[in-house]
Every structure is written in structure tokens, then in C-alpha cells.
């Protein structure tokens, strides 16, 4: 099998992700069934093309290119690929995750041995053009929100298998990671409050759970009215109420009937043009799913350098 590695920084960075109920192990776990799930599904019984063309004790070197304005995200995603498959790969970084690049720079350099480079190629691609897009994107979002209290959360909204480096993703642009997956905070929407019977016996219900089986584990509800809002204020039970598709003067009209204490979030019709708005009205948390399901990758490449 093929050798393990994550970098020091690397560690650091994972260890200040938002979602910290996922511990190191299980992180980095997560993230080589990810590497290595991609390259099965990518390259199968083998390169045939490397071992048609390419010795396989030839040695290569290759730099990323980036084609376009963007914040840069992957970069420590792409060194710990190439060092899952090749430990002694030589992987040279000239830029890092989260800073702003532009047509012509390049990334990083990278030695091994030819088949590991093309071998990588386009897991590496996939990832940072994915997670760049998103990084860029989140990165528009949260400089508009820089002179308000309010921050940026995302979502569940993710592509299938890749979750875990599109919430990194929003991170390295600056938003906040909402919960991992449904395991690691209770948020009673719409379809648990109409199965339940009502939004009081929801949370009376989840409370009760939460005390019994889960100490510790927040509660979010989500509103749709005001009346739910005076409904949920009323239990004392919930850690954050979810606004739903209410527009900024609801908001406000709402933070009235919910206590300092209780944590906010809008959700639902927010984008870039009325994100102000909603930060103006005073809420805790935006979520905006779009920042993942609606950014567009950035343009890169990895070219062939001589030695």
C-alpha cells in the first residue's frame, strides 16, 4: 500500500477547521479513503497510457499554472496526494491556501517519478479547481460582510464523497462550516416539526433526547412565521433558531421576540446582492448553500517541466 503523509502544516490547519467534533484521526482517515477511493475510480487496473509510453523508474517534474483570478484553495489537499502515492515525492509550494492568485502565477512544483505525477494529475485538478471555486466564491460573501457581526455558514448542500473538501473549501475562503452531517447537531426543520406534531413537541422531544443520550449536542429549530418564532422562544430549549425565507425586515421583526442568548440564522433567498441586508437586520448566521452547489471551478493546470 501506498505510504502515508500529512503534512505539519497540514495538521494545524485540519485542527482549526470549524467543525471540531471531527476529531484528527478521524479527519485524516476520512480524507485517505477520499484519495484513495478517487484513484480507484480514476485508475482502475492501471495508467495504460503511463506504462504503454513511460519507464516506470523515469523521473519528471511539474508545476501548477493558474489561469485566473481566485482564491486559492487545495494546496495542502494536493501535497498530501502526492505523498499518499509517492512518500519521497518533492512537493514545493509558492503559493498557500487562502491567498488571492491570478493568471500566470504558479502554485507549486512538484518531483516523482512520472507515473505518480500523471497519476495524480487529475485527482489534484479536481480538487483545486473545486475547492478554489468555492474558496473564491465564499471569499465574495465574506468580504461583504467584514463590517457586520453577522457570518457565513454553508450547508448540507454538498456533492456526494466530497463534503469533506468543500466545507474546507468555504473554511480557507472564510466562512464557517455549519454541521458536518446529520450526526453532529439536531436542527428540526420543517418535515421533523410536521412529523413530530408541532414545533413545541419537536423540541420538547429533542430535548429530552439530548439530555438523556446526547449531553451536550446544540439544538437548532427552523421558523417559518413569526408565530413559530414566539412558539420556539417560548420552550427555553433551543440553542439557534433558523429564520427561513424570511426577508430582512422580518428579521428584524423577529430578533425582537428571541432572547440575546439564543443564537440566529437566516436561511433561504440569500445571495450576494441582499447579503448586506440581512447582516444590517442583525443576524447571527447567514447559511447560504450556494457558496458550494452554485461556484464555478477555477481554470488550472499541472504542466510537464524539464529537468
Same mark, same amino acid.
Given at each position: 500500500?501506498?505510504?502515508?503523509?500529512?503534512?505539519?502544516?497540514?495538521?494545524?490547519?485540519?485542527?482549526?477547521?470549524?467543525?471540531?467534533?471531527?476529531?484528527?484521526?478521524?479527519?485524516?482517515?476520512?480524507?485517505?479513503?477520499?484519495?484513495?477511493?478517487?484513484?480507484?475510480?480514476?485508475? $482502475? &487496473?492501471?495508467?495504460? *497510457?503511463?506504462?504503454? #509510453?513511460?519507464?516506470?523508474? !523515469?523521473?519528471?517534474?511539474? =508545476? +501548477? /499554472?493558474?489561469?485566473?483570478?481566485?482564491?486559492?484553495?487545495?494546496?495542502?489537499?494536493?501535497?498530501?496526494?502526492?505523498?499518499?502515492?509517492?512518500?519521497?515525492?518533492?512537493?514545493?509550494?509558492?503559493?498557500?491556501? $487562502? &491567498?488571492?492568485?491570478? *493568471?500566470?502565477?504558479? #502554485?507549486?512544483?512538484?518531483? !516523482?517519478?512520472?507515473?505518480? =505525477? +500523471? /497519476?495524480?494529475?487529475?485527482?489534484?485538478?479536481?480538487?483545486?479547481?473545486?475547492?478554489?471555486?468555492?474558496?473564491?466564491?465564499?471569499?465574495?460573501?465574506?468580504?461583504?460582510?467584514?463590517?457586520?457581526?453577522?457570518?457565513?455558514?454553508?450547508?448540507?448542500?454538498?456533492?456526494?464523497?466530497?463534503?469533506?473538501?468543500?466545507?474546507?473549501?468555504?473554511?480557507?475562503?472564510?466562512?464557517?462550516?455549519?454541521?458536518?452531517?446529520?450526526?453532529?447537531?439536531?436542527?428540526?426543520?420543517?418535515?421533523?416539526?410536521?412529523?413530530?406534531?408541532?414545533?413545541?413537541?419537536?423540541?420538547?422531544?429533542?430535548?429530552?433526547?439530548?439530555?438523556?443520550?446526547?449531553?451536550?449536542?446544540?439544538?437548532?429549530?427552523?421558523?417559518?412565521?413569526?408565530?413559530?418564532?414566539?412558539?420556539?422562544?417560548?420552550?427555553?430549549?433551543?440553542?439557534?433558531?433558523?429564520?427561513?425565507?424570511?426577508?430582512?425586515?422580518?428579521?428584524?421583526?423577529?430578533?425582537?421576540?428571541?432572547?440575546?442568548?439564543?443564537?440566529?440564522?437566516?436561511?433561504?433567498?440569500?445571495?450576494?446582492?441582499?447579503?448586506?441586508?440581512?447582516?444590517?437586520?442583525?443576524?447571527?448566521?447567514?447559511?447560504?448553500?450556494?457558496?458550494?452547489?452554485?461556484?464555478?471551478?477555477?481554470?488550472?493546470?499541472?504542466?510537464?517541466?524539464?529537468?
Amino acid at each position: 500500500m501506498a505510504g502515508f503523509f500529512i503534512s505539519a502544516p497540514f495538521q494545524t490547519l485540519l485542527k482549526t477547521i470549524s467543525f471540531s467534533f471531527v476529531c484528527m484521526d478521524s479527519y485524516e482517515t476520512a480524507l485517505i479513503h477520499l484519495i484513495d477511493e478517487a484513484l480507484k475510480e480514476d485508475v $482502475g &487496473e492501471g495508467d495504460h *497510457s503511463a506504462l504503454s #509510453a513511460i519507464s516506470a523508474d !523515469a523521473k519528471g517534474r511539474a =508545476i +501548477l /499554472k493558474i489561469k485566473e483570478e481566485a482564491i486559492l484553495a487545495g494546496m495542502k489537499v494536493a501535497e498530501t496526494i502526492f505523498k499518499h502515492v509517492e512518500p519521497s515525492a518533492n512537493f514545493k509550494p509558492f503559493k498557500k491556501d $487562502g &491567498e488571492a492568485v491570478k *493568471s500566470g502565477e504558479i #502554485a507549486f512544483e512538484v518531483a !516523482a517519478t512520472v507515473h505518480t =505525477i +500523471l /497519476k495524480c494529475e487529475r485527482l489534484v485538478l479536481n480538487c483545486m479547481q473545486r475547492m478554489s471555486g468555492i474558496a473564491t466564491l465564499t471569499h465574495k460573501y465574506t468580504d461583504k460582510l467584514k463590517p457586520y457581526r453577522t457570518k457565513l455558514l454553508d450547508t448540507r448542500k454538498t456533492t456526494p464523497n466530497f463534503r469533506l473538501l468543500e466545507k474546507e473549501a468555504v473554511r480557507i475562503g472564510g466562512g464557517l462550516n455549519h454541521r458536518m452531517g446529520l450526526y453532529d447537531m439536531i436542527m428540526l426543520k420543517d418535515n421533523h416539526i410536521d412529523y413530530a406534531g408541532g414545533i413545541e413537541l419537536a423540541i420538547e422531544k429533542a430535548y429530552n433526547y439530548v439530555r438523556s443520550k446526547k449531553p451536550g449536542l446544540k439544538i437548532e429549530v427552523e421558523t417559518r412565521n413569526l408565530d413559530e418564532v414566539k412558539q420556539a422562544v417560548s420552550t427555553g430549549k433551543v440553542d439557534r433558531i433558523m429564520l427561513d425565507n424570511f426577508k430582512p425586515a422580518e428579521i428584524s421583526e423577529a430578533l425582537k421576540l428571541i432572547p440575546a442568548g439564543c443564537e440566529t440564522e437566516a436561511s433561504g433567498g440569500i445571495n450576494l446582492s441582499n447579503v448586506v441586508d440581512y447582516a444590517k437586520a442583525g443576524v447571527t448566521y447567514v447559511s447560504i448553500g450556494a457558496v458550494i452547489h452554485h461556484a464555478v471551478s477555477i481554470d488550472l493546470s499541472l504542466k510537464a517541466e524539464p529537468l
